[in-house]
């Protein structure tokens, strides 16, 4: 059983929960940029939540399925067709052998994936099946996908019928709040940089990949001072420093940039807050124009929203298990 | 070790703690960096993901279900605290001898054609360099970049790419600016440098340094087809020191016929590096590591 490529889509790659144990040099943990709807898309199949999907941003791929499988689309809303006929997202759908997945236009979100029974069977790099395009490994043959791939699926019995209600499928938006705890180098900033992070309604701008977000929107200002020994010139240096997932920083006071899965693990820019863990998904179903606020919380309510997420997803998964 | 301001700790989100030691650079703080996780890893706690020691400070992402962040927090201090009263200064290592084709046509190439985004139009980044740290010629700067040791004091940005501090006094320190926009591309294994760091780019992609030349060595090998890279795909660990060695174009050839043959091996020995026995005579200090370099 095989999943070819007949058309790529855009940026389309081959993820799944990511890998853990090489930040320290560099290698950053890679994965699905929405979790909660990759395990979704996996559950629904049968798979094992971690098991490799495609994800493909903003433009849906054109895929053959050689056998017959059961599959499901989650992320984004994007019309999906079956041999030119629409399927439902959030369900699993039995394909016949030689039947073509194809998408229309994307409606809501950012990132769709698909999921098919068994899992996409690609070699285990350091741990995970996720690509990481930057080191040119995981996934299939380090890369993003092109028309022509062929990518090997395991075996998997899925059923097909099988949805997600409503209430458990992410909400998509334009309009986006983010939850951030503040600090790291948010020292370095004015009351009113500060200000100004927090007040603007910034605008995600085209820059937005797997390594990160940038968004524009106002200009944040930074104490003055003689910078320390090695860190740069600009205002904005710091002596270079790890980075973590999900951290906010801002390169010259403009378009703060959020890192996402396939992170640069350090760097030289002043990092001035992080989105807490469970709006990371949020962030990777926003597309250029989503307009998005910062929203201050102290580090229990980071805690409490992660165990709301992790709720959710028990309930998902004991639906569908 | 001379006294210092507290450490400053910050929780990155719900999964990250990130210690700045310190907000300038030196080697007495990026020693204590690389001490403290090292002993934090030695504890094996459960739940903790990642260390990553950096130049002035480290990151430690972790599993706030399995280690609860005041817990981690403890411990953390704790090992800073173990670290302080007994400073380790030694550091056992490797040296490792990087060939660099300084001021090679590929570089030079790529800095034209980025010249926009530079603070100086005219002239190449090495130009620069020498300008802004005062010497006579590029071929002053380069006796310097290729004259002393560097330490490696973090790894990372991308896969593998190490930041490397030179091993002399404050005031010998090679500084410059970034460029004023990155570059959206620079060819992999270029030299760079920026603030008091060098680097060598380790995967072709965007990238801020100045450009001072080329290797023919790979540092990153995800293939794992060279021998040097037989345990894993990177090559550079905190700690590593380097030697960097001029070389000219036909050098640079052979080189690169060793790395397509899959016989190059990098010229390393392993060696004790004691921070206090350098501070006390860097150059001595540093003479005498050159000296196992070359194996005498």
């Known amino acids: 059983m095989a999943v070819e490529i007949v058309a790529p889509g855009l940026a389309a790659s081959v993820q799944d929960r990511g890998r853990t144990g090489y930040?320290?040099?560099?290698?950053p943990p890679s994965g699905a940029v929405d979790l909660y709807s990759s395990g979704v898309a996996n559950l629904l199949v049968g798979n094992d939540p971690g098991a490799a999907v495609v994800e493909a941003a903003y433009m849906g791929p054109h895929l053959r399925f050689t056998e017959r499988a059961v599959v499901a689309v989650t992320g984004g809303r994007m019309p999906a067709l079956l041999d030119g006929e629409p399927v439902p997202q959030w369900e699993s759908v039995?394909?016949?052998?030689g039947a073509e997945l194809s998408f229309g236009y994307l409606e809501a979100g950012a990132r769709i994936y698909v999921a098919v029974s068994g899992g996409l069977d690609v070699p285990v790099v350091l741990g995970s099946r996720s690509t990481y395009t930057l080191g040119s490994f995981g996934g299939f043959e380090g890369r993003?996908?092109?028309?022509?791939?062929?990518?090997?699926v395991g075996t998997g019995s899925g059923t097909a019928g099988r949805s997600?209600?409503?209430?458990?499928?992410?909400?998509?938006?334009?309009?986006?709040?983010?939850?951030?705890?503040?600090?790291?180098?948010?020292?370095?900033?004015?009351?009113?940089?500060l200000a100004t992070l927090l007040d603007t309604t910034w605008t995600l701008t085209p820059v937005a990949d797997r390594i990160g977000f940038r968004y524009s929107g106002g200009t944040l200002e930074w104490q003055d001072r003689e910078q320390p020994f090695g860190a740069g010139s600009d205002l904005s240096n710091i002596v270079d420093a790890g980075y973590p997932l999900g951290s906010i920083q801002v390169p010259g006071g403009v378009e703060p940039i959020i890192l996402h899965r396939d992170a640069v693990s350090g760097g030289g820019y002043a990092m001035v807050a992080t989105v807490i863990s469970a709006d990371l998904d949020l962030v990777g179903q926003s597309s250029p124009g989503t307009r998005t606020r910062f929203r201050p919380v102290p580090l229990e309510e980071a805690l409490a929203a992660r165990h709301e997420a992790a709720a959710r997803w028990r309930q998902v998964r004991e639906l569908l298990s | 070790m001379s006294a210092r301001r507290p450490s400053r700790y910050s929780w990155g989100g719900d999964e990250h703690l990130v210690v700045q030691l310190d907000e300038a650079m030196s080697l007495e703080v990026n020693f204590a960096a690389t001490a403290m996780t090292r002993a934090l890893a030695d504890r094996q706690l459960a739940g903790v993901a990642d260390i990553c020691p950096a130049n002035a400070s480290f990151l430690v992402r972790f599993d706030p279900d399995v280690i609860a962040p005041d817990v981690l927090e403890a411990q953390v201090r704790e090992v800073e605290r173990e670290v302080e009263s007994a400073p380790s200064l030694a550091l056992r290592t490797r040296i490792v001898e990087v060939p660099v084709w300084y001021d090679d046509p590929y570089t030079n190439e790529t800095a034209a054609r980025f010249r926009d985004r530079h603070q100086r139009p005219e002239g190449n980044d090495l130009e620069f360099a020498a300008?802004?740290?005062g010497l006579a010629s590029t071929e002053?700067?380069?006796?310097?970049?290729?004259?002393?040791?560097?330490?490696?004091?973090?790894?990372?940005f991308v896969a593998g790419l190490p930041f490397l501090y030179q091993m002399v006094s404050r005031e010998r320190q090679l500084q410059v600016p970034k460029y004023l926009r990155p570059r959206t591309d620079t060819p992999p294994l270029t030299v760079g440098h920026g603030g008091c760091f060098a680097c060598v780019y380790s995967v072709r992609g965007a990238g801020g340094y100045q450009m001072f030349g080329v290797t023919p060595a790979p540092i990153f090998d995800p293939t794992q087809t060279l021998g040097d890279f037989a345990d894993f795909m990177v090559f550079f660990r905190p700690g590593d020191l380097v030697k960097f060695t001029a070389i000219d174009e036909r050098r640079y050839r052979e080189i690169g016929e060793e790395v397509s043959a899959g016989t190059f091996r990098f010229r390393q020995q392993e060696v004790e590096f004691?921070?206090?026995?350098?501070?006390?005579a860097p150059d001595e200090y540093n003479a005498a590591l050159l000296e196992v370099l070359d194996g005498r």
């Not at chain 1, 039995?94 to 052998?97: C, F, G």
């Not at chain 1, 409503?166 to 009113?192: C, F, I, M, Q």
């Not at chain 2, 002053?140 to 990372?156: C, D, K, N, Q, Y």
């Not at chain 2, 004691?274 to 006390?280: N, S, W």
């Open chain 2, 140 to 156: 002053e700067f380069i006796a310097r970049h290729s004259g002393s040791p560097w330490l490696t004091s973090m790894v990372g």
């Open chain 2, 274 to 280: 004691r921070l206090d026995d350098f501070l006390a």
């Open chain 1, 23 to 27: 930040y320290d040099v560099g290698i």
């Open chain 2, 131 to 133: 300008a802004e740290n």
């Open chain 1, 164 to 193: 997600v209600p409503e209430e458990l499928r992410p909400a998509l938006s334009k309009d986006v709040d983010l939850r951030v705890v503040l600090g790291l180098y948010d020292y370095r900033l004015t009351e009113r940089g």
């Open chain 1, 94 to 97: 039995e394909v016949a052998a």
């Open chain 1, 144 to 152: 993003v996908l092109r028309a022509g791939d062929v990518l090997p």
